[in-house]
């Protein structure tokens, strides 16, 4: 079945960027999804289709997808930032998520 | 504006059958594609399936065997049945729509499920 990977964890100061990786076979010919879920909350989608933005989320979210690897980048980083993050896709009608990555602020 | 609500017993015994409920509100339930995601304690995110129109299902191969999705589009309600629970089931359940490549854009709020004697 196919696997998507991501680091457990990513540090960033305030104000710097972060960088937020998912791999997997072949993932460029996927369209990925990144949700960010914060302590007690639902997910929530914040890129599709590897970088488009859903209504309200800031342009300081970006995302891109090529090759083996779709990258999550959150410039400005800010204390609200700090959360788990997910990518997903589709594989065989059946949705893949990643491992999670927990974004801490420090 | 389109909202999600789960509800369901938040405690179950092993090996008895896990029933929730998700009821939409702000839209029809006709429209769309209707997902159930789970997230175990301490653990990422995990699909169970998805739903549309009680004619096109599919679900996670790991937990095909005994996970069952329906819509009942009178009440707007879609419901997940997962039979033979055990404590590895614990977890919160949530329920979401699913845009097609647009992701899982509407989610509930979850409720948590317990699975203990």
């Known amino acids: 079945s196919y696997v998507l990977a991501q680091p457990p964890s990513v540090s960033v100061s305030p104000g710097q960027t972060a960088t937020i990786t998912c791999s997997g076979d072949d993932l460029g010919d996927k369209y990925v999804c990144w949700y960010r879920q914060k302590p007690g909350q639902s997910p929530l989608l914040v890129i599709y289709?590897?970088?488009k933005r859903p209504s309200g989320i800031p342009e300081r979210l970006s995302g891109s997808n090529s090759g083996n690897t779709a990258t999550l980048t959150i410039t400005g980083t800010q204390a609200m930032d700090e959360a788990d993050y997910y990518c997903?896709?589709?594989?065989?009608?059946?949705?893949?998520f990643g491992g999670g990555t927990k974004l801490t602020v420090l | 504006q389109m909202q999600l609500q789960e509800s369901g017993p938040g405690l179950v015994k092993p090996s008895e059958t896990l029933s929730l409920t998700c009821t939409v509100s702000?839209?029809?339930?006709?429209?769309?594609?209707w997902t159930w995601i789970r997230r175990p304690p301490g653990k990422g995110l995990e699909w169970i399936g998805y739903?549309?129109?009680?004619?096109?299902?599919n679900y996670n191969p790991s937990l095909k065997s005994r996970v069952t999705a329906s819509v009942d589009a009178s009440k707007n309600q879609f419901s997940l049945k997962l039979t033979s629970v055990t404590f590895m089931d614990t977890a919160v359940y949530y329920c979401?729509?699913?845009?097609?490549?647009?992701?899982?854009?509407?989610w509930g709020q979850g409720t948590t499920v317990t699975v203990s004697s």
């Open positions: 289709q590897d970088y």
């Open positions: 979401a729509r699913f845009n097609g490549d647009n992701g899982m854009d509407v």
């Open positions: 702000g839209g029809s339930i006709r429209s769309y594609y």
């Open positions: 739903i549309y129109n009680n004619d096109n299902t």
């Open positions: 997903q896709v589709w594989d065989s009608s059946t949705a893949i």
